[in-house]
Nanobody
């Protein structure tokens, strides 16, 4: 299984970015369609922080509603995170993650360890 993030970069405060996470391979017998997905971010010295999650039915959860939108394309096996109104405090390495079972719980946004498949991340830097 492979998760590959893209779309990160450097933007000024107030700008927008769209991150993508391309999924390929077999998730322990399950395809992308049956995986609950999430976006998490991490800054040096801190734990992963949940940004947004989406389950197999398209139900979404957000840590900061209104600025970010998570979506998934089942035809392209790709997860997206559209980010508007970016702030300097949004600067971090952004990771996509996949899981089943407890990763599909409504509170999985706050428990990154429930996700067992992770990408290598894409860096987002927001300047003031």
């Amino acid at each position: 299984v492979q998760l590959v993030e893209s779309g990160g970069g450097s933007v000024q405060a107030g700008g927008s970015l769209r991150l993508a996470c391309a999924a390929s391979g077999d998730f322990n017998g399950y395809s992308f369609r049956f995986m609950c997905m999430g976006w998490f971010r991490q800054v040096p010295g801190k734990e992963h922080e949940g940004v947004a999650t989406i389950d197999v039915d398209g139900v979404t959860k957000y840590a900061d509603s209104g600025r970010f939108t998570i979506s998934r394309d089942y035809d392209k096996d790709t997860l997206y995170l559209h980010m508007d109104g970016l702030k300097p405090e949004d600067s971090a390495m952004y990771y996509c993650a996949a899981g089943r079972g407890s990763a599909c719980a409504s509170n999985s946004l706050y428990f990154p360890r429930k996700y067992i498949h992770w990408g290598r991340g894409t860096q987002v830097s927001v300047s003031s």
